[in-house]
């Protein structure tokens, strides 16, 4: 099979079930995002980022206006569709089209949307995104290797962990050692199945909670 380049990600929305992604906009998203993040408490958000928090929304509109409004990082907006309101985001970032290979980062989540099943339908569009609409061959994930909440969300949604890129860089004045994780276009079928066997309503309980993990999901297909 002869390789040919893979286009950018375009800048259009992503609809699901739960969840749809706008490309971030601070007109339409600044907002309603710093008000949901606002509702951290306990700097979850930032702990293990070289940004924020910020003292308010004016703060976090300059702050999205000069790092989220371009190509690499494409930032998008998570929609809840239950209220129409942006409660998250997250970007395609490290865009490689000559070799198929892009990651996903920057992913915020808001209290209101952390272990939702819109974050999950929301990983679940950009990854759809990846392989069937952009052919790319790897997607990759990656997180300071002291944010276990990361690593765990990395290896629930199907990615594999490749290992540690050692003193990586430095976040706020201190060492950050860097976990590596990927998917494959290979992997691509059974991740998706695994998806959509999730987010299917009938996995769900009349009080909401899961029949079946996603990590077990996962699991059926092989190590991941």
Not at 136 to 163: H, I, M, Q, V
Not at 175 to 198: C, G, I, Q, V, Y
Request: charged residues 30%.
């Amino acid at each position: 099979m002869t390789w040919t380049p893979r286009p950018l990600p375009p800048r259009t929305v992503m609809e699901g079930r739960f969840a749809w992604l706008e490309p971030f906009s601070p007109d339409a998203h600044a907002a309603d995002l710093h008000a949901a993040f606002a509702e951290d408490t306990e700097d979850d958000l930032w702990r293990y980022r070289d940004v924020g928090p910020f003292a308010d929304e004016a703060a976090f509109r300059d702050f999205a206006t000069r790092t989220m409004t371009g190509d690499d990082p494409l930032f998008f907006a998570i929609i809840d569709r239950a209220t129409g309101k942006a409660i998250g985001s997250a970007s395609f970032m490290r865009i490689v089209p000559a070799h198929g290979v892009i990651e996903v980062g920057a992913i915020t989540y808001s209290p209101r949307l952390k272990r939702t099943r819109i974050a999950t339908d929301a990983m679940y569009l950009m990854a759809k995104r990846v392989f069937e609409e952009l052919g790319y061959r790897r997607y990759e994930w990656k997180c300071d290797d002291r944010n276990a909440p990361s690593k765990r969300a990395a290896r629930r949604l199907g990615f594999t962990f490749e290992g540690i890129f050692r003193q990586h860089m430095m976040i706020r004045g201190r060492n950050r050692d860097t976990a590596w994780f990927a998917m494959l276009d290979s992997e691509w079928p059974a991740r998706k199945a695994a998806f959509k066997r999730w987010l299917d309503p009938a996995n769900f309980g009349a009080e909401g909670r899961q029949r079946v993990s996603l990590s077990a999901l996962n699991k059926e297909d092989g190590p991941a």
